[in-house]
């Protein structure tokens, strides 16, 4: 009877081990991603190459920007315990346990996380790691961090991921100059980016021969729900004061034209518009 006993408890031993190299692992990862951003995601890979992409410094983005990802994804990133509120968490585990709609929606640190990690369906499992990991990302890297990696790995039109290329592709301009209203229009892209494309002459689409839907939440977001979100804030500087930001782009123009300024259009973007009989 013993030797039984004996291989149960190296297994459990085993088992202990293997959790406690995971654990530590995970918050390697976790904790790395204060100084690396990686050039593909879980959900870059999934879409498939060519891939149009390229990393841009928090410092050259334009706080309209910030301020309308925080109105539009995630009033309490920078006032919020935790990635997530237990009450919200509760709500959208039982409205997908009944079939219904999302009644919340996933916060900043919950969407990251899917991005570079996981996979786009809803299953519980992949809805548990993400809560697990958006824990991790939000105690172990600052807010204004995770603010500078969704905003680079946030999908923005097809196989279109990131700001730095958005603006380009988008208005032709670097992220640092991007107005108020085209920050807010690129809101409306974040629900359905597969659905939304680029107007002949430049801009987001919102003709009549555009996709109704995108249409709809573009409009929705640049003339409702962001400028309305941050009237209620007290304006764009009070949101992106919430994640620890008081400068402006403007303030980091002489270092611009580093690599990580986006001061230039990617050749990704360049590329693309190419292939579209652009330029």
Known sequence: MRKPRGRFRRALRLT???????????????????????PRTAFMIEAGEPIVYQYVS???ISRYTIASVVAHE???LGTRVGAFSIDDFMARAQ?????????????????????????????????GIEAGL????????????????YLNYAQFGPKLFGICAASWYYFNAPPSQLTQYESEQLMG??????????????????????NPEAVDLINGAANVWV???????????????????????????????????????????????????VG
Not at 18 to 33: D, E, F, G, K, R
Request: contains cysteine.
């Open 74 to 76: 995630d009033e309490q």
């Open 189 to 210: 892209v974040l629900p359905d980016p597969d659905n939304v494309r680029r107007a002949p002459g430049g801009g987001l689409d919102i003709s009549a021969t555009a």
């Open 58 to 60: 928090i410092d050259h």
């Open 134 to 149: 958006s824990e991790e990302f939000d105690f172990l890297l600052p807010k204004e961090r995770i603010m500078e990696l």
């Open 227 to 277: 400028p309305r979100q941050l009237e209620g804030m007290g304006g764009w500087q009070a949101a992106v004061k919430t994640i620890g930001i008081t400068d402006t782009a403007a303030d980091h123009a002489a270092t611009e034209g580093n690599s990580d300024g986006c001061s230039t259009m990617p050749q990704d973007v360049a590329k693309r518009l190419q292939s579209e009989g």
């Open 95 to 127: 409205a997908f346990g009944s079939g219904q709609p999302d009644p919340s929606g996933s916060t900043v640190p919950q969407q990251l996380v899917k991005n570079i990690f996981l996979w786009p369906s809803q299953d519980p499992i992949r809805k």
């Open 16 to 38: 202990a081990i293997v959790a406690v190299i995971a654990i530590v692992a995970s918050l390697v990862t976790t904790i790395a991603y204060n100084w690396i951003t990686p």
